[in-house]
């Protein structure tokens, strides 16, 4: 049976939350074009990536790696449409409300593609 | 006010980040459906906490302006995911993967930043 450790989940709950902050103190302190373009840094997606090397190495990592950035190009596409709902919905409706039902849809969808990719 | 502001949005994107990396390790880990970690791990966190201090502090139509100029953002992000995937398969060089993707999301997002620029001021 496959158990997830305390440990192994708070490690890399730091490395994620590690990674994001440090992206965005870097946009902020580069500036301009460099700061701007680092605004927008994968910084959730590489941690995740980086943190399968924590218990896979060798071909499993490689294979570990394909099927994580498999799913993150699907999640990169729901991220699109999302940003764009949140863009809409907060003209439309208000921040607090545009944010809420996009955060949701982003939710519902991501559930439903990966229950279709499964089913099929 | 802005130092209390910053610490509020940098712990935000902390949470955030840290839960979406906790959230794909655990759908991988736990989950039939492989592909729900890796679109875990893709979880908006930085666009939605933009947008949650941009409205609060400015308003909806500047919350809304944000999450509009993030698509730009994410279609880097898209490229570095899909040169990772591509060097992966073809290399199965893991380090080499990850350089040549970050390479590729650098051009890509440098590309898009000076195509948005020259757009906005024309």
New interface residues.
Partial sequence: MVRLSLAALLLRFLFGGGAVVLASVLSKKLGGSVGGIFAAFPAVYLAALVAIRLDHTGNELVARSISLSQGALIGMGINILCAAAVGYLCAKRGWKRGLSLSIGGWFAVSLGVSYLLFSI | MTMHTNWK??LL??????????L???A?????????????????????VA??M???AQ???R???I??G?????????V???A??YF??TT?L?WL??GLG?VC??LS??LI??VR?SIKSS
């Fill in positions: 949005d940098l994107r902390f949470l955030l980040g840290g839960s979406a990396v906790v794909s390790y655990a991988s880990v736990l989950l039939p459906w492989k592909a729900l970690g890796g679109i875990f791990a893709t979880f908006p966190a930085v666009m939605i947008v949650l941009v409205g609060w308003g909806s139509a919350a809304s302006e999450a509009r993030s698509v730009y953002g994410m279609a880097g992000c898209a570095c995911v899909v990772v995937l992966m398969k199965g893991w993967s990850l970050l999301w650098y997002a440098f930043y000076k620029r």
